[in-house]
């Protein structure tokens, strides 16, 4: 079994520039593809960035130029570094990890932007 907890989420002020975490621990092994999601209640779950297991990143064009995902590979662990927050990006961050064939989710963390 692979669980995933995240952290680092909670209230921000708009421009504000927390960053998530989320550490893979239990039955795994080898470099993994990570990466972030993210929901909005009523909405359907959309793909903020992920990172490969070579490195390689991409990200929704909403949070492109500021967010950034990055890795420690050592501790299993993804980040995202959010800059200049607004209202819209207000929602539950999901962290997953790709492992032999399957996709294991965090329990998501709520960012909430308001002043």
């Known amino acids: 079994q692979v669980h995933l907890v995240e952290s680092g989420g909670g209230l921000v002020q708009p421009g504000g520039s927390p960053r998530l975490s989320c550490a893979a621990s239990?039955?795994?092994?080898?470099?993994?593809?990570m990466g972030w999601y993210r929901q909005v209640v009523g909405k359907q779950r959309e793909l903020v960035a992920y990172?490969?297991?070579?490195?390689?990143?991409n990200y929704a064009d909403s949070v492109k130029a500021r967010f950034t995902i990055s890795r420690l590979n050592a501790a299993n662990t993804v980040y995202l570094q959010m800059d200049s927050l607004n209202p819209e990006d207000t929602a539950v961050y999901y962290c997953?990890?790709?492992?032999?064939?399957?996709?294991?989710w965090g329990q998501g963390t709520q960012v909430t932007v308001s002043s």
């Open positions: 239990g039955n795994i092994f080898s470099i993994n593809p």
């Open positions: 990172i490969t297991s070579g490195g390689g990143t």
């Open positions: 997953y990890v790709d492992f032999m064939t399957r996709r294991y």
